[in-house]
């Protein structure tokens, strides 16, 4: 082992979320803590983002810009309202 030490920061979450990410650990029993929870949520979404730059710059690369008749650009996943924000519009619009 190296004697290089590990580097931490602090990150901040409404704690609707957390309450939930709570009920999963709790339910599934996968994840000791909402650290270990969080840091495997980020690693997978850090690997997803990268594999979607990878497959935009190879699309640039490629003669036809990448996209054939049947292959939609490629848009961002995910929606980044809160939880809070999903549910007021949603029942803003009935």
């Known amino acids: 082992m190296s004697g290089k030490k590990t ?4 990150l ?11 009920e999963l ?3 599934l029993g996968y ?4 650290s ?9 979404k ?14 640039k690369e490629a003669p036809s810009g990448g996209l054939t008749g049947d292959q939609p650009p490629l848009k961002p996943q995910g929606d980044d309202r809160s939880p809070e924000k999903k549910e007021e519009q949603e029942n803003g619009d009935k």
């Open 7 to 10: 580097e931490y920061v602090s």
């Open 12 to 22: 901040s979450i409404p704690l609707s979320i957390a309450k939930e990410v709570d």
């Open 25 to 27: 650990i709790e339910e």
């Open 31 to 34: 994840w000791p803590s909402r």
């Open 36 to 44: 270990a929870f969080a840091r495997e949520a980020i690693l997978e």
């Open 46 to 59: 850090i690997r997803e983002e990268r594999r979607r730059l990878r497959e935009l710059r190879e699309a």
